[in-house]
C-alpha cells in the first residue's frame, strides 16, 4: 500500500471501498440524489455561482456524467472497488465527488463515524459544524 501522501484519489476512494464495502451502496444513491438536486435546481444552482474557477456549466458537465456512468455501472460499483474508483474518482470527476463526500459526511450525521472520520483524513476535510 502506498503512503497516504503518495496516493491519488483514485488510489483512496479504492481504499474507502475495501475497509467499507457496506457504505458504497448508501454513498452512490446520494450522490445520484445530489446530482438529480443539482439538475432540478439549475438556475438557483447557477445563481449561487459557488463553482469557482470551473464555472457552473462544466459543473453540470461532470454531474451529468457521474449520473451516467452510475447508471450505467449500478451494482457492479457497490461490488468492484477499482471499477468504483476508476469511475468516479478519476479526473475531474473527483471534484464532484469530493463535493458529495464532503456532504455525506459532514452536513448530516453519519452513522458510522469511523467511516466519516476516514473520509475526512483521506480526502483532507474539515468537519462541519
Do not use: S
Not at 70 to 97: P, S, T
Amino acid at each position: 500500500m502506498k503512503p497516504i501522501d503518495k496516493m491519488n484519489n483514485r488510489d483512496k476512494a479504492e481504499l474507502l471501498h475495501g475497509l467499507f464495502p457496506e457504505e458504497i451502496p448508501a454513498f452512490t444513491d446520494y450522490v445520484k440524489r445530489v446530482c438529480l438536486t443539482i439538475k432540478e435546481n439549475e438556475a438557483e444552482e447557477r445563481a449561487k455561482g459557488e463553482h469557482g474557477i470551473i464555472g457552473f456549466d462544466f459543473w453540470l458537465q461532470m454531474v451529468n456524467d457521474t449520473e451516467r456512468r452510475i447508471d450505467r455501472y449500478g451494482v457492479q460499483l457497490h461490488k468492484r472497488a477499482r471499477l468504483f474508483a476508476d469511475q468516479l474518482f478519476d479526473g475531474q470527476n473527483a471534484l464532484l465527488m469530493h463535493y458529495c463526500l464532503k456532504l455525506y459526511v459532514g452536513v448530516r450525521k453519519h452513522d458510522n463515524q469511523t467511516f466519516a472520520d476516514l473520509v475526512r483524513v483521506l480526502f483532507k476535510m474539515d468537519k462541519i459544524q
